[in-house]
């Protein structure tokens, strides 16, 4: 599902989506009074009416859906007058618990063939990198700080014979039991094989739990000659020793040169954060887009945020390419609500106070505007947390909507670029080159500093346009030009923790 929609000229202030819905958006900020149409709707506002929340077209009746999108949002909660604002307080989700599903696919569109090549990295295992970069992974907390350390002098030292040389602590790696350990060692391991570190510095301080022989176990054989180890404890001098093996490694790293590559050697990480009114309107569809585009090229898209699908997951469903895909579809889904019910919480405990400032109303709201990012493209695999892409297509990968978790699960999946959407606006930055697009011009203007690309005139300009400038601006940051976060040194992980700390 992507939304599809045309700007009238002679009255931009609403903007009804779908022929079903029975709300429009507003565009700009409603007046109390003001007389407003919509095709052959006439409405006058009962009230102020932010931009990005919904105004009410027709009469609904309490209990009854309200829809947008062509899709059931929530329930209201009391009648609703044609020109009323509809939000929290007078709709509700209708999301409950876990549900049963049925396996009916729909047909599927063929997908847009994009002949366009970016220059990247071409690795030894046939993957392409973005970046050709030094990652220094800690293994445990304790050693974090000593990371940034070793790669604040090591930066100094070989200045551009790399793309950057980057720690990236956490707090993780001991006190930890069970398979928390393991999703902590198993997504270290991933990030260590990614194709954009031409170099990996797993630096442990040797009495944690999360033990370097076990993790350097989880890289596959063929990776490990660009990884060096360092036990902290081990050595007299932690930070000489570092920086000695990093310049091991930089030696072998730099080596290597910018080649073409085409589109379809790019793996999109698919996030958005900070939704707001507009995220599933500009941003998220152009995504969806860029997601076609990349798939249809031969390459892979990764769709996570489990929880802010909740409500739409149906159309993801749908569009499994197997029975096999399928019922991994549903067990991650009804497995994730099942985490939120077993910890006494709501499985529609979203959207966020930034979202409902925005204008989302409820999770079915916010979950149809998200998974347009995942285009029109077959489920091809789903995938649990710290695993890495196993195909080409569409992937479903298992995380939470935490930005930070998330972004740094679609890195560790192996995301050569993240193309994060975001109608409040956040600088965080993460392991592989992350844009930032806004879903309104506001935004865009306002924080120049963290985004990198305004999907606001889509409203105006329809998608097309738009599109092949996104595309434009995913291939130059493809081929090595910063991403707003890089420039601001904004780069870090996070770990999903789910078990107890000792």
Same mark, same amino acid.
């Given at each position: 599902?992507?939304?599809?929609?045309?700007?009238?000229?002679?009255?931009?202030?609403?903007?009804?989506?779908?022929?079903?819905?029975?709300?429009?958006?507003?565009?700009?900020?409603?007046?109390?009074?003001?007389?407003?149409?919509?095709?052959?709707?006439?409405?006058?506002?009962?009230?102020?009416?932010?931009?990005?929340?919904?105004?009410?077209?027709?009469?609904?009746?309490?209990?009854?859906?309200?829809?947008?999108?062509?899709?059931?949002?929530?329930?209201?909660?009391?009648?609703?007058?044609?020109?009323?604002?509809?939000?929290?307080?007078?709709?509700?989700?209708?999301?409950?618990?876990?549900?049963?599903?049925?396996?009916?696919?729909?047909?599927?569109?063929?997908?847009?063939?994009?002949?366009?090549?970016?220059?990247?990295?071409?690795?030894?295992?046939?993957?392409?990198?973005?970046?050709?970069?030094?990652?220094?992974?800690?293994?445990?907390?304790?050693?974090?700080?000593?990371?940034?350390?070793?790669?604040?002098?090591?930066?100094?030292?070989?200045?551009?014979?790399?793309?950057?040389?980057?720690?990236?602590?956490?707090?993780?790696?001991?006190?930890?039991?069970?398979?928390?350990? %393991?999703?902590?060692?198993? !997504?270290?391991?991933?990030?260590?094989?990614? +194709?954009?570190?031409? $170099?990996? =510095?797993? *630096? @442990? #301080?040797?009495?944690?739990?999360?033990?370097?022989?076990?993790?350097?176990?989880?890289?596959?054989?063929?990776?490990?000659?660009?990884?060096?180890?360092?036990?902290?404890?081990?050595?007299?001098?932690?930070?000489?020793?570092?920086?000695?093996?990093? %310049?091991?490694?930089?030696? !072998?790293?730099?080596?290597?040169?910018?080649? +073409?590559?085409?589109? $379809?050697? =790019?793996? *999109? @990480? #698919?996030?958005?954060?900070?939704?707001?009114?507009?995220?599933?309107?500009?941003?998220?569809?152009?995504?969806?887009?860029?997601?076609?585009?990349?798939?249809?090229?031969?390459?892979?898209?990764?769709?996570?945020?489990?929880?802010?699908?909740?409500?739409?997951?149906?159309?993801?469903?749908?569009?499994?390419?197997?029975?096999?895909?399928?019922?991994?579809?549903?067990?991650?889904?009804?497995?994730?609500?099942?985490?939120?019910?077993?910890?006494?919480?709501?499985?529609?405990?979203?959207?966020?106070?930034?979202?409902?400032?925005?204008?989302?109303?409820?999770?079915?709201?916010?979950?149809?505007?998200?998974?347009?990012?995942?285009?029109?493209?077959?489920?091809?695999?789903?995938?649990?947390?710290?695993?890495?892409?196993?195909?080409?297509?569409?992937?479903?990968?298992?995380?939470?909507?935490?930005?930070?978790?998330?972004?740094?699960?679609?890195?560790?999946?192996?995301?050569?670029?993240?193309?994060?959407?975001?109608?409040?606006?956040?600088?965080?930055?993460?392991?592989?080159?992350?844009?930032?697009?806004?879903?309104?011009?506001?935004?865009?203007?306002?924080?120049?500093?963290?985004?990198?690309?305004?999907?606001?005139?889509?409203?105006?300009?329809?998608?097309?346009?738009?599109?092949?400038?996104?595309?434009?601006?995913?291939?130059?940051?493809?081929?090595?030009?910063?991403?707003?976060?890089?420039?601001?040194?904004?780069?870090?992980?996070?770990?999903?923790?789910?078990?107890?700390?000792?």
């Amino acid at each position: 599902m992507q939304a599809s929609f045309a700007l009238s000229a002679d009255m931009p202030a609403l903007l009804h989506l779908h022929p079903r819905d029975n709300v429009a958006v507003a565009l700009r900020a409603v007046a109390a009074g003001e007389a407003l149409r919509v095709g052959e709707r006439r409405v006058v506002a009962a009230g102020p009416v932010p931009h990005g929340h919904k105004i009410a077209l027709a009469p609904i009746g309490a209990g009854a859906d309200v829809f947008k999108f062509g899709w059931p949002i929530g329930r209201a909660t009391a009648e609703i007058a044609p020109g009323a604002h509809v939000h929290t307080h007078n709709v509700e989700t209708r999301l409950k618990g876990l549900e049963g599903y049925s396996y009916e696919p729909a047909p599927t569109e063929p997908l847009p063939q994009v002949d366009a090549e970016f220059l990247g990295y071409h690795r030894a295992d046939g993957r392409v990198g973005t970046r050709n970069e030094i990652w220094i992974l800690p293994t445990v907390g304790c050693v974090g700080r000593t990371a940034e350390r070793i790669a604040s002098l090591a930066a100094a030292r070989h200045g551009q014979a790399v793309d950057g040389i980057h720690a990236f602590p956490h707090p993780h790696g001991c006190s930890q039991l069970g398979s928390d350990l %393991d999703s902590t060692r198993t !997504l270290l391991a991933a990030l260590a094989c990614h +194709p954009n570190a031409g $170099g990996v =510095l797993l *630096l @442990g #301080l040797g009495c944690e739990s999360n033990q370097l022989d076990d993790l350097v176990a989880e890289i596959p054989d063929a990776l490990r000659s660009r990884v060096r180890t360092l036990r902290a404890q081990g050595v007299d001098d932690e930070i000489e020793k570092g920086l000695a093996l990093v %310049d091991e490694l930089v030696s !072998l790293a730099s080596i290597a040169e910018r080649r +073409p590559a085409s589109l $379809g050697e =790019l793996v *999109l @990480g #698919l996030k958005c954060g900070g939704s707001d009114g507009f995220s599933g309107l500009t941003a998220n569809p152009l995504v969806g887009r860029m997601a076609d585009a990349v798939v249809g090229a031969g390459g892979s898209a990764v769709l996570t945020e489990i929880p802010e699908i909740f409500g739409a997951e149906h159309l993801l469903m749908a569009r499994a390419r197997d029975a096999g895909v399928f019922n991994r579809t549903v067990a991650l889904v009804n497995e994730f609500k099942r985490y939120f019910l077993e910890s006494g919480q709501p499985v529609s405990e979203n959207p966020s106070p930034g979202n409902l400032a925005g204008g989302i109303t409820t999770l079915e709201e916010k979950s149809l505007g998200a998974v347009q990012k995942a285009g029109q493209s077959p489920l091809a695999d789903v995938i649990r947390y710290g695993e890495r892409v196993r195909h080409t297509g569409l992937t479903l990968l298992e995380a939470p909507g935490n930005d930070a978790v998330s972004s740094t699960a679609l890195a560790a999946a192996g995301a050569t670029v993240i193309l994060f959407t975001t109608g409040r606006g956040t600088p965080l930055g993460f392991p592989a080159p992350t844009l930032k697009i806004a879903s309104n011009s506001e935004l865009a203007a306002r924080k120049s500093r963290w985004i990198d690309f305004d999907a606001g005139p889509v409203l105006a300009e329809g998608p097309g346009a738009v599109a092949a400038l996104l595309l434009d601006r995913i291939l130059a940051h493809a081929s090595g030009e910063p991403t707003a976060s890089e420039r601001n040194d904004t780069r870090e992980i996070a770990i999903w923790k789910r078990g107890v700390t000792l």
